[in-house]
């Protein structure tokens, strides 16, 4: 079996870890002064049945043999940059127990990261965190940022490996909202896993 008969994913559709099953592929190898191969791939969610198409644009050379091709398939989808999976698989698990407004925003950062759109998904993150302080220490609105996570810090809710992660977090949410310069994947997965930390603790272990 190689890479593509199954790729390990969340699941755009239903948000569950799963391995998404191929289904069919199709390869347009365009002529023969194209730059590119234009592969496609149909993957099935085992567990709610939906599809996904991957796209990916491997490099052209007239000649080049299936086994190649194959080869070039096969290490391009271990690197998320070299395709695009729609929809795409969500980066965080859901999380149950939430209020309906913190279930929509979570909600659209999934969307946003499932997109690849990080700069929006770790706003909304920030927007959460300040939701959350002021929904359950009756903090003040309109405070900066670092106050408001500050505060979850004072309430104990990351634990002192994270600290450092927290800290960059905190400095970064500060000068981005008045900075244009984009979210990195890394940095962003940074920010959702702590806010998917802090709303797991509140909402769903504590229930």
């Given at each position: 079996?190689?890479?593509?008969?199954?790729?390990?994913?969340?699941?755009?559709?239903?948000?569950?870890?799963?391995g998404l099953?191929?289904?069919?592929?199709?390869?347009?190898?365009?002529?023969?002064?194209?730059?590119?191969?234009?592969?496609?791939?149909?993957?099935?969610?085992?567990?709610?049945?939906?599809g996904s198409?991957?796209?990916?644009?491997?490099?052209?050379?007239?000649?080049?043999?299936?086994?190649?091709?194959?080869?070039?398939?096969?290490?391009?989808?271990?690197?998320?940059?070299?395709?695009?999976?729609?929809?795409?698989?969500?980066?965080?698990?859901?999380?149950?127990?939430?209020?309906?407004?913190?279930?929509?925003?979570?909600?659209?950062?999934?969307?946003?990261?499932?997109?690849?759109?990080?700069?929006?998904?770790?706003?909304?993150?920030?927007?959460?965190?300040?939701?959350?302080?002021?929904?359950?220490?009756?903090?003040?609105?309109?405070?900066?940022?670092?106050?408001?996570?500050?505060?979850?810090?004072?309430?104990?809710?990351?634990?002192?490996?994270?600290?450092?992660?927290?800290?960059?977090?905190?400095?970064?949410?500060?000068?981005?909202?008045?900075?244009?310069?984009?979210?990195?994947?890394?940095?962003?997965?940074?920010?959702?896993?702590?806010?998917?930390?802090?709303?797991?603790?509140?909402?769903?272990?504590?229930?």
């Amino acid at each position: 079996m190689n890479n593509l008969d199954l790729i390990d994913s969340i699941c755009g559709t239903c948000g569950k870890e799963v391995g998404l099953i191929e289904l069919r592929a199709y390869v347009n190898d365009g002529y023969s002064n194209a730059s590119a191969i234009n592969y496609f791939d149909v993957f099935m969610c085992p567990r709610c049945k939906s599809g996904s198409v991957l796209n990916m644009k491997l490099p052209y050379r007239q000649g080049r043999s299936d086994m190649e091709v194959q080869m070039l398939k096969d290490s391009a989808v271990n690197n998320r940059d070299m395709y695009v999976l729609s929809p795409g698989p969500l980066p965080m698990p859901r999380v149950k127990n939430l209020p309906d407004d913190i279930e929509s925003a979570w909600e659209e950062v999934l969307n946003a990261g499932g997109a690849s759109a990080w700069t929006a998904a770790e706003l909304m993150c920030r927007k959460i965190l300040m939701h959350v302080s002021v929904d359950q220490f009756d903090m003040e609105a309109g405070l900066s940022f670092a106050s408001y996570v500050k505060k979850l810090d004072e309430e104990r809710f990351f634990p002192r490996m994270m600290m450092p992660v927290v800290d960059g977090i905190r400095e970064r949410g500060n000068r981005a909202t008045h900075d244009l310069a984009s979210t990195t994947r890394e940095q962003a997965m940074k920010t959702l896993d702590v806010t998917h930390h802090v709303l797991r603790t509140i909402y769903e272990i504590s229930i």
